[in-house]
């Protein structure tokens, strides 16, 4: 299974600081980078971007609800037009950046709640594809590999998108194939070694197990680790020795 690595960067708004994206960018090879609406700023997003292309980083953009001070993990009662309105927006912002560096965004991976979201109501996911294809329809949408894999490729076929499917190595999963809600203890797994064997496993046998030990067999194109934790850039140079990208 060809896998590769990626991480939520430039969260950083102005003075103050989040993740080691300088100490992490070279381990990557996707960047989701943070468009001013959970974190970042103008001039956090210019560094991030120069960074990525430093490096050869594919840039994503990470779009999110409009939440600064809930950091985009609070769902927000937004009607279809809003939501595909913030996603054009934060789009178009990070766009501006990556067009006076001579470089792109190569795809979209929400933020958060509307990632969560996303993934359970098929109105939101549809204004989502709908914002991504009226933009530039070579950008790919990331999204959670599920068991239902299937119908998500459906509707995005019909708006002319391609799909990146992702899988997280540092969050605990349900036997459905959902990620264990933050609100719980064992939503994020903090021990190294059990990162690596979870993925080892997805890439020599094709699974994750869940919280309980059911195997779930999941198509992976990408694996997240996120940047924010306290041993981040411990678990992401382990992840990237594995995966080999």
């Not at 094709?206 to 996120?226: M, N, P, Q, R, W």
């Amino acid at each position: 299974m060809n896998i590769r690595l990626n991480c939520d960067m430039g969260e950083s708004f102005g003075i103050w600081k989040m993740g080691k994206d300088e100490e992490i960018m070279p381990y990557i090879s996707l960047a989701n980078l943070a468009c001013g609406f959970h974190a970042s700023d103008a001039v956090t997003m210019s560094r991030s971007v120069e960074l990525a292309k430093k490096y050869n980083v594919t840039i994503g953009a990470h779009p999110s609800y409009q939440d600064l001070v809930g950091f985009g993990r609070r769902s927000m009662k937004c009607t279809l037009e809003e939501i595909k309105s913030i996603v054009l927006y934060q789009i178009g912002a990070l766009y501006s950046f990556c067009k006076l560096n001579k470089t792109t965004v190569s795809y979209v991976k929400p933020h958060g709640a509307l990632y969560n979201d996303m993934m359970k109501d098929d109105n939101i996911y549809k204004a989502i594809l709908s914002a991504i294809s009226s933009f530039d329809k070579n950008i790919k949408l990331m999204i959670l590999s599920t068991p239902n894999n299937e119908a998500y490729e459906h509707t995005a076929r019909l708006y002319g998108i391609s799909l990146i499917y992702e899988v997280f190595a540092d969050r605990n999963y349900n036997d459905d194939g959902t990620l264990v809600s933050r609100v719980l203890p064992d939503a994020v797994i903090k021990d190294e070694l059990d990162v690596m064997q979870r993925i080892t496993n997805l890439k020599d046998r094709g699974y994750l197990e869940s919280i309980s030990g059911k195997k779930l067999f999941l198509k992976a194109d990408t694996v997240c680790v996120h940047g924010d934790g306290d041993n981040a850039l411990t678990f992401i140079k382990a992840v990237q020795k594995i995966v080999g990208s």
